[in-house]
């Protein structure tokens, strides 16, 4: 991609979009992006590709495509007209970065979500979004002073996607990672995916979009990653789960949820 043409459609998602009346406003803590560089052929049989295709980008001399999953704690999550009530709870997506077919924009395909609250449940029954309920603890201590953190790890218990995330905050802002022709390119497709698919509990495809500010993010470095939706879709292996292409922390953002989700057609 070239970088006017990456540069051009970030302007884009970034403009700011008129509210809507059942819109979600989600203060995100402790918010990471776990990043894999992974052969594509291990990812085609989870995606529709009649509707979507996998972009590959050259890292280490191989052509690959990339997945993320993204932890985070949901502090205050809310209508977005109502100031009340407010939820609180830790969250995981399983995300693989596609390109649509029809619109040739770059989006997000969602294997799924687990969430540490009970609010799953309705999202479940309103929306068939696949979203499974888990247990979690989260050790994460922010260093203002340092503007990093010493500490960074969750660990989730569900019999849908088990998993452990501790790593080691550098500190250092985040650069040009492997695979990306320029920043613009790189926030573009890896940190500001504006439109998310997936398969619906029926079966169908879903969907939903979601607004955001540039996330500023510094680099960690694994101690233990472990995710076992990912082992058991056949796309990573446990020891290869301990070496990411990429681990970005932002200790807040805040993200709009363009509500209801609908049913493609």
Not at 43 to 55: N, T
Not at 195 to 210: H, M
């Amino acid at each position: 991609m070239q970088p006017a043409d990456a540069d051009h459609e970030l302007s884009l998602r970034l403009a700011s979009r008129k509210p809507g009346a059942l819109d979600i406003v989600a203060p995100l803590r402790h918010f990471a992006l776990v990043t894999y560089a992974v052969p594509v052929e291990r990812l085609e049989p989870h995606i529709p590709l009649d509707r979507f295709e996998i972009p590959c980008f050259e890292i280490e001399g191989q052509e690959l495509a990339l997945l993320s999953v993204v932890p985070f704690y949901d502090a205050g999550f809310r209508f977005g007209l109502a100031p009340f009530p407010r939820f609180h709870f830790e969250q995981t997506n399983y995300r693989v970065y596609v390109r649509h077919r029809e619109t040739g924009q770059h989006v997000v395909w969602f294997f799924g979500t687990t969430l540490g609250g009970w609010p799953v449940h309705i999202a479940r029954f309103l929306w068939r979004i696949p979203w499974y309920p888990a247990r979690y603890t989260r050790e994460c201590a922010y260093n203002e002073g340092e503007k990093r953190y010493t500490a960074f790890r969750y660990r989730a218990r569900s019999t849908w996607g088990e998993a452990r995330i501790d790593v080691t905050d550098t500190g250092v802002r985040a650069a040009l990672l492997p695979g990306f022709s320029s920043m613009e390119e790189q926030v573009l497709i890896l940190t500001h995916p504006v439109d998310g698919y997936f398969y619906r509990l029926d079966g169908t495809v879903g969907t939903y979009s979601v607004s955001h500010d540039k996330i500023e993010m510094t680099v960690a470095e694994p101690n233990d990653l472990y995710f076992a939706l990912l082992e058991r879709l056949n796309v990573l292996t446990p020891d290869e789960m301990q070496h990411p292409h990429s681990v970005l922390l932002c200790p807040e953002t805040l993200f709009r949820i363009h509500m209801p989700p609908r049913r493609v057609r």
